[in-house]
């Protein structure tokens, strides 16, 4: 309403349309600041008044009281992201709240400036972050899909401890050369192919396209337990790739 209204807001917001609050997922918000936007500002129906049974708006509140605390956690001020439920009608409302964001966004200063985080620093934590998105959907899946109804339970449902915790001790996976029976049922199942591997071939988890979402520990088979959950430790270096041919030993008739 706010445009056919012909109502003025701050022109330094630039406005990206999805079909549901519910679709900002927490790595859109991530690259948006890997891209230099100094804040994110997110416009959702009013709650309970969706008017699909997936209550999408509860999904993105969810999402951004978990973004508030990875951006404490790596140093950048919460107050760069905004969530504000409205229904289409309300223009008025939609023009203060932006304007009022954008005058937040512009005391705070440039993105990382205002934090005094070094540029190059806080890229690479936001690239380690983005990294862990899968990861941290996955641990916090349950959170993630409540529907918090009153504005109190808002605060301190993610706690700055809760998510420290989660980011400081955030586990690898390693498979054990000498349990690996090259079923390849994990490779198949691998969503980003992190697993190298083949017929006959122990498998072997590459470390830097791994997204930790823990499939291949949930696959192998248990009489193989081959994949191993691993936290607080060095993850074991891979096996050389000379070595990973399986000898099976041939059954005397
Ligand atoms: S945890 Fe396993 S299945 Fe998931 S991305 Fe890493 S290697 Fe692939
Ligand atoms: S599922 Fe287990 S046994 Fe099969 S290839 Fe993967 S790690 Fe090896």
Known sequence: MAGVSRLQYATDIRLVRVMCSGR?????????????????????????ECNYITHGNFDALNMVLLCKKIME?????????????MT???????????????KTVKNLGPLGKGEEIDEDELKS????????????????RKKLAS????????????????IDTLLGEVVSYHIDPDKCQACMIC?????????????????????DKCIKCGTCYEVCPPRFGAVNKISGAPV?????????TIVRKVKAK
Not at 30 to 47: E, H, K, P, T
């Open 24 to 48: 900002v997922d927490l790595e859109f918000v991530l690259r948006a600041f890997s891209n230099g936007m100094d804040g994110v500002f997110i416009g959702g129906c009013r709650l309970n």
């Open 73 to 85: 956690h790596i140093g950048l001020n919460p107050e760069r992201l905004r969530i504000e439920f």
């Open 88 to 102: 289409s009608g309300e223009g008025n409302l939609f023009t203060e709240v932006v304007d009022e964001f954008s």
């Open 125 to 140: 934590k936001l690239e380690e972050i983005r990294r862990l998105v899968p990861y941290i959907k996955i641990e916090k």
């Open 147 to 162: 529907h918090l109804e009153n504005k109190e339970e808002w605060e301190g449902f993610f706690t700055r401890d809760e």
């Open 187 to 207: 490779f198949r199942r691998c969503p980003v192919e992190a697993i190298e591997g083949g017929k006959n071939k122990i498998h072997v988890i590459d470390q």
């Open 236 to 244: 074991p270096p891979p096996v050389p790739e000379e070595e990973r």
